[in-house]
């Protein structure tokens, strides 16, 4: 089955701590992205990467990271310099080019603080 | 950064009722999404538009790129219980060369209830 797969589904973190969110795709899609919902907000971008080794701030990059080493695959760093970690995480890849763009999500991951 | 301003932010559905929400924006969109989205789990996929005018259905689903190409609305005919969830609107702004400008952006959702 073709699709986007997030592990883990649920992820605790503990102060101080940096923990690492998976995002696999076997769509064959260039870009990728993540992105982070808060109770009753829209999606706010993270990180985005149009390419294998390369990658593009979003308009809320700080305290995260991220790296694209292999075209299937874009993890996210939460570092401890993200205050405010706990979220609901998308990762979403990129069909077509221009106008004609869509974007499918993954599953999720829901990062809480101990 | 841009918004999209989507209503209703709430709203409460009967069994076999029809639901119309909308989304507009300040500049003109070259692509309009909707998403629905259901508790715990990611948007999933509903309806693409790509063309002013354009209106597409999927099941009891109809959604339109409106004329202005700064709207659009998705309805949901005779409604049931597996509707509820929230429902997001996301679209690319158009540059002045015609392409889309950056990413997606996407509106905060209407959140669909069953009525008590």
């Known amino acids: 089955d073709g699709g986007i797969t997030q592990s883990p589904k649920y992820l605790f973190r503990k102060e101080g701590q940096n923990v690492t969110l998976s995002c696999e795709q076997n769509l064959n899609h260039d870009a990728m992205y993540w992105y982070r919902q808060d109770p009753g907000q829209g999606l706010r971008l993270i990180y985005y990467?149009?390419?294998?080794?390369?990658?593009q701030k979003g308009d809320i990059a700080e305290g995260y990271s991220v790296s694209r080493e292999k075209k299937e695959s874009f993890p996210l760093t939460v570092t401890s310099a993200q205050k405010n970690p706990t979220a609901f995480y998308l990762c979403a890849s990129k069909e077509g080019r221009g106008p004609r763009e869509t974007q499918y999500f993954g599953p999720g991951t829901r990062l809480l603080v101990l | 950064g841009q918004q999209l301003n989507q209503s209703p932010q709430s709203m409460f559905i009967q069994e076999g009722e029809d639901v119309s929400m909308n989304c507009t924006s300040s500049s003109i969109f070259n692509t309009w999404l909707w998403y629905k989205q259901d508790p715990g789990e990611g948007p999933v996929l509903l309806i693409a538009?790509?063309?002013?005018?354009e209106l597409t259905s999927n099941g009891r689903l109809t959604a339109q790129f409106g004329i202005t190409r700064k709207d659009s609305f998705l309805n949901i005919s005779a409604s049931i219980p597996s509707d509820v969830g929230i429902y997001f609107c996301a679209g690319t702004a158009k540059t002045r060369t015609g392409g889309s400008q950056g990413n997606l952006i996407f509106g905060k959702g209407t959140k669909l209830s069953v009525k008590p």
């Open positions: 538009l790509y063309k002013a005018g």
């Open positions: 990467s149009q390419i294998v080794n390369d990658f």
